[in-house]
């Protein structure tokens, strides 16, 4: 069953704690995005990868850092520069062109 | 600056009518505009799309306008069922299609039995 793997469901961050959440997808998909969703708001994109081993910054990365060391995994870093990271966060992916294909998320809080 | 706007936040109607949503772009670049629907606690799922070289685009129950001049697209769904309550989101994007999406802040939809 092909699909985009977001895990955890939920997490929880210390003040100062760096924190990664992991996205998977087995679609053999080339493009993949994070996006930030804040309550009563749209999304916004934080970092989006067109080919492995290469990303580009979206409207608000600062804070959030990223890799795509292997086609089929996007992991964002949520780092102690990020000062408002309480959200929800959502992968997806898509063939260049088509539609996005979007996990179930990761709601992230501050103890 | 908010590209994309939908501006009512809520919207409820009564099973079996038609449910509007409207969305409003200042972008005049935006080239292809799509509409997803989410529910609590899962990610957004694909509904329905459509390029600026059309008005209209039909899947079954769902019909999306595009009105270039207004900058300005509605989602019609018809007949409205029950299952159809959850956030909608219009999103659009500049020359590539599915990628590199804005997207406008939501309308919960509640279909009433």
């Known amino acids: 069953d092909g699909g985009i793997t977001q895990s955890p469901k939920y997490l929880f961050r210390k003040e100062g704690q760096n924190v990664t959440l992991s996205c998977e997808q087995n679609?053999?998909?080339?493009?993949m995005y994070w996006y930030r969703q804040d309550p009563g708001q749209g999304l916004r994109l934080i970092y989006y990868?067109?080919?492995?081993?290469?990303?580009q910054k979206g409207d608000i990365a600062e804070g959030y850092s990223v890799s795509r060391e292997k086609k089929e995994s996007f992991p964002l870093t949520v780092t102690s520069a990020q000062k408002n990271p309480t959200a929800f966060y959502l992968c997806a992916s898509n063939d260049w062109g088509q539609p996005q294909h979007f996990g179930d998320g990761t709601r992230l809080s501050i103890l | 600056d908010q590209q994309v706007k939908q501006n009512s936040p809520s919207l409820s109607v009564q099973e079996g009518r038609i449910s509007i949503l409207n969305c409003d772009y200042t972008?005049?670049?935006?080239?292809?505009f799509l509409w997803y629907k989410k529910y609590p606690a899962e990610g957004p799922t694909f509904l329905i799309s459509i390029s600026s070289i059309k008005d209209k685009n039909e899947d079954g129950r769902f019909t999306v306008f595009l009105n270039k001049s207004a900058k300005h697209l509605s989602l019609h769904i018809v007949p409205s069922q029950p299952g159809d309550s959850a956030v909608y989101f219009c999103?659009?994007?500049?020359?590539?299609?599915?990628?590199?999406?804005?997207f406008g802040g939501g309308t919960r939809l509640m279909v009433k039995p």
């Open positions: 972008n005049s670049m935006f080239d292809y």
């Open positions: 990868s067109q080919i492995v081993n290469d990303f």
């Open positions: 999103a659009a994007s500049a020359g590539n299609a599915g990628n590199m999406l804005t």
């Open positions: 679609l053999n998909h080339d493009a």
